[in-house]
C-alpha cells in the first residue's frame, strides 16, 4: 500500500518518532523507505501503524485519498469499518457471484480477498475450490511478482488449498531474481510471502510440504540489513526442527530474543504459531 507520505505528516503531527511508530511492527528503515515513497508497506502492517498513531483504517484511506478504485484499499474500506461477520460474508458472497458472472480475473482477486477477510473473523473458509484453481492458474502465468500479486498472495494464504500454497510460493521463488531487482521493499515483501506460505503449511500439517518450501527458501541469500528475515527464516527452521526432534529450545530462545528488543508484536505472533504446532504434535 502507497501514501506513505501521509502517514509520515500525520504522525509528525503527533510527535511520534520513527522509532516509536515502527517498535514491534517494522524496521525502523522500512518504514522510513514507505514514508518516503520508496518502499511498500502490506496493508496488515499499515493496520497496525494506523492504530500506533490512533487512526482507523478508514481515516487513513480517506486522509491519505487513497484511489477508490484500489480493490485493496476498497475492501479494507468496507469491511474493517463494518467489522461485522455477517457483512463480511455479504460482501464476499456478493464478490464470488460478481466473478461468475463476469469471469474478470481483477473480480477474482476481489472475491479472494473478501473471502480472506471473511475467514479471518469467523474461521469459516467459503472460497470455493474451483475458484481456488482458478486463482492458482491466474497466478502460476505471474512473471512480474510485484506488491499487488505478492500482497494478494500473502492474505490468501489461510483460505487455499496446502497444495496451491506450496505450487504459489514455488512460483515466487522462480522468480525471486526478478524482485530482488524490484528493490528492496518488494524484496522484503516477497520473503515475508513466502514465510506465510510456510505458516500456512505448517498450521495445515503439512510438514513435508513446509520442510521442502523451507529447504527452497534456505537458498535465497538474505541481506545483513534484513534482521527480521534472518531471525524470520531461523524461527521457522526452529520449529521444524521442533516438530522433528519436540526440542523447542532455539524457537523458545528466539521469542525470547525477540521479547528482549521490544519486538513484542512478533513475539507473540512466533509463540502463537509455536503454541499451535504444539498442539498437532
Known sequence: ??????FKQLRRKQHITLKEAAKGICSI??????????????????LKLCERISLSATEYIALAKLDPQDHIALILEESWSNHDKDYLEKLAQSALNKYKLSQDPFDLDYAAIACSLYYKTS?????????QNELNQQLSKITVWGHEFLSLFA??????????IYQISVQVINHISFIRKAGEGTFH???AALFEGVIGLITNNQF???????????????????????VGRKFLNAILTFHNTANDDL?????????????????TYFLQILNRVKALN
Do not use: C
Open 29 to 46: 528503515q522500512m518504514l522510513s523507505r514507505w514514508e518516503n515513497d520508496q518502499g511498500h508497506m502490506d496493508f496488515n502492517r499499515v
Open 251 to 267: 524457537a523458545v530462545s528466539i521469542i525470547h530474543f525477540l521479547t528482549s528488543m521490544n519486538m513484542q508484536t512478533t513475539a
Open 189 to 191: 515483501f516477497g520473503i
Open 123 to 131: 474461521q469459516h473458509n467459503i472460497f470455493p475450490i474451483a475458484q
Open 208 to 230: 513435508k510440504f513446509a520442510d521442502k518450501l523451507l529447504t527452497q527458501i534456505n537458498q535465497i541469500d538474505l541481506p545483513d540489513n534484513e534482521m527480521l528475515l534472518i
Open 155 to 164: 492474505n490468501v494464504i489461510p483460505i487455499i488449498s496446502p497444495r496451491i
Open 1 to 6: 500500500m502507497q501514501s506513505g507520505n501521509e
